[in-house]
């Protein structure tokens, strides 16, 4: 069945670090990959999305390439703030199915 | 659109007693999700409705949970009898299609006591 696996956690990065947070998938047929996050005490919300094979997705600073031969969907950000400090979930279209989540702390 | 609407988002309540919990999704999205939340198990889909019709509930932990989608507008998640695992924080979740980005609640943070 279609599955996301996502990199384990937690890290933490000092602020300006490169942030980069694996995520592969399994599915049928072509989905939509998304990344979320969640900040602390408050529900999910959309960081970025890829619809097809190659598409970028990008937000705030992050990006990732929706790579079918390789079936990721890597997120990265050049360089991490303080505020960026959250939980990260990759998330395989029918929205069903999420990582389990990788939680990032940067410190100043 | 004032988003994914929860209702409460906090609950503590005795073992035994039942709890329910609320939900009012995006107008016009036609698919709910309800998840729960806990730091041993992540996110958990629990069961998930499309046009008021639950689609695939083999989430659900067991008998003591329910969920209902009377109309487009609201849905529920019971559980009863509530006990101490029970306690996690609950999400609702709504899209537009299968295959369009969730729009998520505040969360229900619920402690069984």
């Known amino acids: 069945g279609d599955s996301v696996t996502q990199m384990e956690g937690p890290v933490t990065l000092s602020e300006e670090a490169f942030l980069t947070i694996n995520c592969t998938y399994t599915?049928?047929?072509?989905?939509?990959l998304f990344w979320y996050v969640q900040y602390p005490g408050e529900g999910l919300q959309l960081l970025l999305k890829?619809?097809?094979?190659?598409d970028k997705g990008s937000n705030k600073g992050f990006e990732a390439t929706y790579r079918k031969e390789t079936t990721s969907f890597h997120l990265e950000k050049g360089s991490v703030q303080v505020s960026d400090s959250a939980v990260y979930f990759c998330a395989l279209s029918n929205q069903f199915y999420f990582g389990t989540g990788t939680s990032l702390t940067v410190i100043p | 659109d004032a988003g994914v609407i929860q209702s409460p988002r906090h609950e503590v309540t005795e073992m035994g007693q039942e709890v329910t919990l609320r939900c009012k999704p995006i107008s016009g999205h036609d698919y709910l999700f309800w998840y729960r939340q806990t730091m041993m198990r992540g996110l958990e889909l629990l069961i998930y409705f499309n046009n008021n019709v639950p689609i695939d509930d083999s989430g659900m932990p067991e008998d003591r949970f329910s969920a209902k989608m009377p109309n487009a507008s609201f849905s529920t998640l019971k559980i009863q009898p509530s006990e101490p695992r029970d306690s996690a924080v609950y999400f609702c979740?709504?899209?537009?299609?299968?295959?369009?980005?969730?729009?998520f609640g505040q969360g229900t943070r619920l402690t069984v006591v």
């Open positions: 890829a619809t097809k094979a190659d």
């Open positions: 979740a709504s899209s537009r299609t299968g295959n369009t980005e969730a729009f």
């Open positions: 599915a049928t047929g072509y989905p939509s």
